[in-house]
């Protein structure tokens, strides 16, 4: 399993977009055949090999694309086939990013996988995944400069309106600013915050706000590998009022109990460590 993650060089393409990713799977690799993606409030453009086919399941769909495809922002876990051989490049958006792109409209959509057309829809013109060779692909630095140029491009002609600069702001107070006082902080209206925030990503300042305590917390327990954990002590550490309660909001955001979570360890973070 090779991967690797690096940052956008230009300040452009930072305001937009997260990382960049690389991921491949060989015919020997013993990973999960079906990993879940945890609920993320970011989107995800996948690029791959025109002939590559893809399956995504979880609750509410279940879609198969083959080569460029867009994974929306989700509020529940999304089931991969990965169990075939494969490799891709991922951008990870920044969160609400989707809407200045109108990709494909400036209505946000959840929970859904979207064939893409990159070079229309994305300005991506002259990138064929086809004709990239085996030593580009792991080299991060030359991709991330490829994907730089001409997204750079296609950038500049993106202005951000009030709805999005408001939710840039929102974003910035978070995990330290009690919900209750964007609007104190912000010098307008809560209501307006909540609007505009719902109007860009599609989830409220709530939603967001428990999307990243799970991620925190899975990327604590993952970095804590296979050692005893003490889901006491845990929800303690993260807010919760009790065990009881950490117990529903796993079993809301993942579909597992902790001890199934612990049994399974079948999320992306644990099958494919924490790279992206």
């Known amino acids: 399993m090779k ?104 209505e946000p959509q959840l929970d859904g996988v979207f064939q893409v057309d990159v070079e229309k829809q994305l300005g991506l013109n002259g990138f064929c995944f086809d004709e990239l060779d085996t030593s580009t692909l792991h080299r991060p630095e030359k991709v991330r400069d490829k994907l730089d140029d001409l997204l750079g491009l296609y950038f500049k002609t993106i202005v951000a309106d009030s709805h999005r600069k408001r939710t840039q702001q929102a974003l910035a107070l978070f995990p330290k600013t009690p919900l209750a006082d964007f609007g104190i902080h912000l010098g307008c209206s809560q209501r307006s915050i909540e609007r505009s925030f719902l109007r860009t990503t599609g989830i409220t300042l709530k939603q967001y706000d428990s999307m990243e305590k799970l991620e925190s917390m899975l990327g604590y327990l993952y970095e804590r590998n296979n050692k005893p954990v003490n889901w006491a002590d845990l929800a303690y550490q993260f807010g919760f009022s009790d065990q009881p309660h950490l117990i529903r909001y796993l079993k809301s955001n993942i579909g597992k109990t902790p001890v199934q979570y612990l049994r399974d360890r079948d999320l992306a973070i644990d099958a494919y460590g924490n790279f992206e």
């Open 3 to 106: 991967n690797w993650k690096i940052s956008p060089n230009k300040q452009s393409v930072a305001s937009l977009i997260d990382c960049y990713w690389y991921l491949e799977k060989t015919p020997n690799d013993d990973s999960a055949p079906f990993p879940k993606l945890n609920p993320d409030p970011a989107g995800h453009l996948i690029l791959s090999s025109s002939e590559q086919n893809f399956r995504y399941k979880n609750e509410s769909m279940k879609v198969s694309v083959t080569g460029n495809h867009l994974i929306f922002p989700h509020c529940k876990t999304i089931s991969m086939d990965h169990t075939q051989a494969f490799s891709i490049i991922g951008i990870k958006f920044r969160v609400g990013a989707l809407y200045s792109l109108a990709l494909p409209s400036t």
